[in-house]
């Protein structure tokens, strides 16, 4: 089977401001993303995720170009203001037309 | 400390075929797998998640031969039928004889 | 954007000993973890998650010399006794001061 390269980028950040987070990915190119519910604890000690509903856990596979995108507006509107951690990994998909 | 490569399979799909694909997975020859809860929307603007109880997020660490198994079994009887999202890392696990 | 090479840590195991492992985390080097809720099935056959409050995903982001402290503790402390499954995949990250 052959598979095509693309990047899996992880975002873990506060549930208020998801839906704004959902529709900068979708403006960017995502083609589609998978959000579930955690919580957790960042390096300046902020604990995130007891209060205000938790956090939530984004996951979108996209292209080199759409994540190059997305990571300068994340570095933007999002790193300075608020609690916001993400990460970049190599995956393999099927069905390259969908990414 | 050694470690050995194995890949990371990632299917989100709904909630209604998880029993169905579970018992697909353990068929096919995989160890184990971890299952969480999940919402989202995919490439062709179906939102999923919202109505049925959900989506799921399953991941499993398996061999290249699982993997391939899997895939085409994926691709015959889910792909088409069901709104399924899969991707797949390279992983290392400590202790292979588990995976 | 230049992005720095870190390593992702997956840990699923038994919510009972989820305070435990994240203060072991801390303790070690990690700078942040994220949690979700999951269940699942282990090699052994053990099915975990459906009784005791269900399972726990930890991902932390961390450098290879924190990998190493982590991995070494989760083998002596946590795998002889607890359901446990572990993966490394390599990840990149923005901001290299925060993992």
Known sequence: MIL?????????????????????LERLGAKGYTVS???????????????EGG???IETVVSNEVLEQILEVLEQNYFPHYACTTWVSQVEVVRDERY
């Open 55 to 57: 956090n939530i856990r």
């Open 4 to 24: 095509k390269q693309r990047k899996l980028l992880t975002i873990v950040s506060e549930v208020t401001i998801e839906n704004r987070l959902l529709k900068d």
């Open 37 to 51: 519910a955690a919580h957790g604890k960042g390096p300046r000690d902020q604990r995130t995720g007891d209060l």
